[in-house]
């Protein structure tokens, strides 16, 4: 058979690694290094492997990986234990991490991602295990290779969420990622910090035959910590596997590593299976046991998330993509838009989903950051029912855009309603039309190589004039009226 008719497709699950939010770390007392702390400084007999030692179990990180399972629905074993992986690697204390095998905390799960169409992704699992050591490996031109071990990270509390084999490219394993990272930052069960290794991932990829329903053989792409690595590896890897197989070379079953420098992946080991790492129930740690109590306590300690509040505004209200984005990111812009958007309807309010949306994700957004101050601030800066009828005064013409900006700003350090700063800084649009062909006519009359252009045949001469026209009124004159009355004088003349 010619392989290179043949058309393949990837397949790719993710297992990401997630440093959970405790003070202190898995099973021992001492508190999570800073990062970039002094090397070894954040280490005891427990999590540095002496013999002897008894690991205790940190509850907290428990209930933060059933927070997770829940806000990813997925279920809960509620009797859960931690079991002993054995491997010797330099960066492993004991020669064995405590990880969980058989019966991990969270069974299931989904997350939905979406590439242009709506795809779900269903987890397989999230368990709770111990971080390793980390190994600094040094190669300097005079000297011998060596690696220093700083054992600071060592027993940190990492939770391991594990992804069926469903993802199909590697954008759609970076919505992936990026959906993850937004619901584990927001229920508050990791800070998310991608630079000091917070949120790792490790990639599966395999290829087979498009259409066939048969795994070809997965090589794994170890430690990225970045979403734009992790896009490049499963490129690269998906391209390097393809010319592979076409050449009718053997996949072999391996664990790769990502170097970001040379935009590649290298061979590392041969992969383990579980088998490998004879897994057995940790005899110095007893079984867990939760209760129906302590679950739904947790269930209700979930915020509304991110995913939810754009399954809100698609639903409820009429608003393009751009818009969802910003008002569904920021929870305080979310209140501030449902609120005000409750007042229009109590009040009877004549303005369109998008025009109400567009005034808070542009216009109040900008004030808020030119004078310093965040989202919190939205609801004790912007009074709900002046912003209502600055909107309305806007739309009724009775002031222009520019006129609304300075009053928008002036409400900052004010307690006055639109009305009364309309009048105190004489903003009212000119809505006369005699005064507002006087303004026209003059403009006109001061600038003759202007209207000689546009007599001319150059449209945009208007422009020119129409400002001409604004600056004389201050701001105050209606442009659009404005242009039509230039328009009028001049094809008069």
């Keep these: 058979m010619n ?5 393949y497709e990837p397949v790719i699950g993710l297992e990401v690694h997630v440093q959970l939010n405790t ?3 898995m099973f021992c007392k001492c508190s999570i290094a800073p990062f970039e702390s002094e090397p070894n400084t954040y280490v005891c007999n427990i999590c540095m492997g002496y013999p002897g030692t008894l690991p205790l179990i940190n509850n907290k990180a428990i ?6 399972g829940l806000a990813l629905n997925g279920n809960i074993n509620q009797m859960t234990r931690f079991d002993r992986k054995n491997y010797h ?4 204390m004991k020669g064995y991490q405590i990880s969980q095998f058989k019966y991990p905390i969270v069974v299931g799960g989904e997350v939905i991602v979406n590439t242009g169409q709506e795809k779900k992704i269903n987890l397989n699992r999230i368990h709770l295990e111990e971080d390793t050591a980390k190994l600094t490996h040094i190669n300097n031109e005079n000297e011998k290779p060596k690696s220093l071990i700083d054992i600071n990270r060592s027993g940190t509390p990492l939770m391991e969420v594990v992804s069926e084999p469903e993802i199909s490219n590697a954008e759609e394993a970076r919505k992936f990622l990026l959906e993850l990272h937004s619901i584990f930052t927001e229920i508050g069960v990791t800070k998310g910090n991608l ?6 991932c490790d990639a599966n990829i395999s290829i087979r035959p498009k259409g066939s329903t048969k795994l070809g053989e997965k090589v794994e792409v170890k430690n990225m910590n970045s979403f734009r690595s992790v896009v490049r590896a499963i490129n690269f890897e998906i391209e390097r596997q393809t010319k592979e197989i076409i050449l009718d070379h053997k996949i072999l079953q391996e664990t790769r590593g990502w170097n970001e420098s040379r935009g590649e992946t290298v061979s590392q080991r041969s992969k383990e299976s579980a088998h490998d790492y004879r897994y057995f129930p940790d005899p110095d740690l007893p079984n867990i046991y939760l209760d129906d109590t302590l679950l739904n306590q947790i269930r209700k300690s979930i915020p509304e998330l991110k995913k939810d509040r754009i399954e809100f505004l698609i639903h409820h209200h009429s608003l393009n993509e751009q818009v969802i984005g910003i008002l569904s990111a920021d929870l305080n812009l979310f209140n501030y838009f449902k609120d005000i958007y409750k007042k229009t309807k109590t009040k009877q309010f004549d303005i369109s989903d998008q025009d109400l949306a567009n005034w808070i994700t542009e216009e109040l957004l900008k004030i808020l950051e030119l ?3 965040t989202t919190k601030d939205i609801s004790n800066v912007f009074n709900l029912a002046f912003i209502l009828d600055l909107i309305n005064l806007t739309n009724g013409k009775t002031i222009n855009r520019n006129a609304s900006r300075e009053i928008l700003a002036k409400m900052i350090n004010s307690s006055k309603s639109p009305d009364q700063l309309i009048e105190e800084l004489g903003l009212s649009n000119i809505s006369d039309i005699d005064q507002l062909t006087d303004l026209c006519t003059q403009a006109i009359n001061n600038n003759p190589d202007a209207v000689k252009d546009y007599k001319s045949g150059k449209d945009t001469a208007i422009k020119f004039l129409l400002g001409q026209v604004m600056k004389l009124s ?4 209606d442009p659009n009226q ?3 009355n230039l328009e009028k004088i001049l094809k008069n003349e």
């Design 474 to 477: 201050r701001g105050k004159a």
């Design 371 to 373: 004078n310093k101050l």
């Design 3 to 7: 392989k290179t008719k043949i058309e």
């Design 89 to 92: 690697y330099p960066d492993l």
């Design 195 to 200: 630079e000091q290794g917070h949120f790792r």
């Design 482 to 484: 404005a242009e039509v």
């Design 63 to 68: 209930e933060k990986v059933v927070k997770s």
């Design 23 to 25: 003070n202190s770390k």
